[in-house]
Structure formats: C-alpha cells, structure tokens
C-alpha cells in the first residue's frame, strides 16, 4: 500500500498584482512530502521560499492549483476552518519570533494550547515540558525583551511544538542568529523529526540545509532539482 504525502501542491502558481504588472512567486510548482520527512527547501532571498510555506500553512492561497496536507485540501477552506485545521495539524515557526512583548515565555507558549481548547484551562505543565526540552525551562517568567536571539527563537519553536503537531514548519529560523545558535535551532528540528514528524525548512544556507533527508533548490518560483 503506498503511503499518502503529508503535503501536496499540484501545480500551484501564485501571482501578486503589484500596480499595473504581475509577479510571479510561485510558478507551476508540483511536490509532494512524505510523512516524518526532514526536507528543505534551498534558495535566495525571492525565490518563492516563504510563499511556498504560507500557501502549505493557508496563511496564503494559490492563484492556480490545489494545496493538499494530510488529506484536507487547504487552499478551499474558510479562515474558520482554516483556523481549526491549523490549530491541529501544523506548528510553525517564524524568522521574527513573532511572540508577543507583553507576554512572558510561559504565556506565550500556551497560547496555541488556547487557541485550540484542547483543555479547560491552561496546561502550565505541558507548556513547560516543552520548554525544558528545547532549553528554555529556567525563563518561565521572562519577558521576550529579556532574551537573547536565539533564546526567543527557542521559545518560538516550544510554541510551535506544544500541540504536538505531526507537521512542523520552520521559515528562516536561524536567518538573525549566530552560526553556532542556528546549528542548536536545526539540531532541535532533527530531534523532532526522530520522533516522527514531518519537518519542512526553509532556508537560504546549504549548510543548515545538509542536516534535513531531502533538499529542494528554488529559484525564481520554479522548483529547479531534488538533492537525495
């Protein structure tokens, strides 16, 4: 029996009009990743990068073709259902953190937990298992204006793993920081791909990029080659 992708685009393009001329971000792009794969996705600054990763999150939709993940075709969903959907199937993870400065760490980690109403009230304890694996359990209390860089990208990605999705998605999640502090970052995706996740990184460095299964090269919105 063949094993269904966790993630499918079919012939996706995506066109922004931006005054009287059209750019193409994504053009024709075809792919298909599999469950519990590591795959990055390589390529300059305008490749199409993060555009292909917001069209997989619905935070975008396709000007053509259709955007699949574990089975739901997400480019059609409304943003209620989007929301529900997200809230239970991907957790990502941005370049800019994007954590909210009047909450502490702890805060703002449960907000997904939250967001989906898995439990009646907040699981402290489960937010903070999270914290303690990714570093980042003796900050509890901090505001994101205390930490260093990678001390909130490590918070941001306990936010993206506290449902415990089966997709993780990572957009440049080491472009502001140190070489060494990236490395921990992407070694921390590994980890989470063991245990059987799907991992999807975007990034513009090849070195990063050797520690995921598959490689995917981008440019100008065209998928250019596949790197075992």
Do not use: C
Not at 31 to 49: D, H, N, R, T, Y
Not at 213 to 219: A, I, V
């Amino acid at each position: 029996m063949s094993t269904q992708p966790a993630i499918r685009l079919e012939d996706v393009s995506r066109v922004y009009h931006v005054g009287e001329r059209d750019y193409h971000a994504l053009r024709r792009v075809t792919l298909q990743i599999q469950p519990a794969e590591f795959v990055a996705i390589v390529g300059p600054s305008g490749s199409g990068k993060t555009t292909l990763l917001n069209l997989i999150a619905g935070i975008d939709r396709p000007t053509t073709g259709e955007v699949w993940v574990n089975d739901v075709r997400v480019d059609v969903l409304d943003e209620n259902a989007l929301a529900r959907w997200r809230g239970r199937t991907l957790g990502i993870v941005f370049q800019f953190f994007q954590l909210l400065p009047t909450l502490t760490v702890l805060e703002n980690v449960l907000l997904p937990v939250q967001l989906r109403a898995l439990w009646a009230r907040p699981d402290a304890a489960r937010a903070g298992a999270v914290l303690e694996r990714v570093g980042m359990s003796a900050h509890l209390a901090k505001l994101p204006q205390e930490l260093s860089g990678g001390e909130k990208q490590r918070v941001a990605l306990a936010r993206a793993l506290v449902n415990d999705p089966p997709i993780l998605l990572a957009d440049e999640p080491t472009g502001n920081l140190d070489t060494a502090t990236g490395e921990q970052i992407v070694a921390l995706l590994e980890d989470y791909n063991h245990a059987g996740k799907t991992v999807v990184l975007v990034t513009h460095e090849e070195r990063l990029a050797r520690a995921a299964s598959r490689r995917l090269h981008m440019r100008d919105g065209r998928m250019l080659a596949a790197e075992e």
